[in-house]
């Protein structure tokens, strides 16, 4: 089992940047593996942020982030970066890194279908 632990999150203002970190230990990551992270505010479901490849780093992106916030990989550090900028106060959730060993190239915007996920990290965004 892997165990993934995300820091970097605060408390900013609208239109500032973050960056979030994600650290893997125990099972190391295949070629195949996804790394995505998702957020989850107050009184609603967790959501898809975005997911990246391990092998290739292909990535995908939620519409409402795309363009704003990037996602990377260390190989070498077993770490994925989330760089979120022009954040906006309804970016403000918990967000969570999580680990998808089943599928081989697609990446999975699904809950559901990721095998291991940190405990969070606090994202809050003043306007």
């Known amino acids: 089992q892997v165990q993934l632990v995300e820091s970097g999150g605060g408390l900013v203002q609208a239109g500032d940047s973050l960056r979030l970190s994600c650290s893997a230990s125990?099972?190391?990551?295949?070629?195949?593996?996804?790394l995505g992270w998702f957020r989850q505010a107050p009184g609603k479901d967790r959501e898809f942020v975005v997911g990246?490849?391990?092998?290739?780093?292909?990535?995908y992106y939620a519409d409402s982030v795309k363009g704003r916030f990037t996602i990377s990989r260390d190989i070498a550090k077993d770490t994925v970066y989330l760089q979120m900028n022009s954040l906006q106060p309804e970016d403000t959730a918990i967000y969570y890194c999580?680990?998808?060993?089943?599928?081989?190239?697609?990446?999975?915007?699904?809950?559901?279908?990721?095998?291991?996920w940190g405990q969070g990290t606090q994202v809050t965004v003043s306007s």
């Open positions: 999580a680990a998808d060993f089943g599928r081989e190239t697609s990446i999975t915007t699904r809950v559901y279908e990721y095998d291991s």
């Open positions: 990246i490849k391990w092998g290739t780093s292909n990535a």
């Open positions: 125990g099972r190391t990551f295949s070629y195949r593996t996804t």
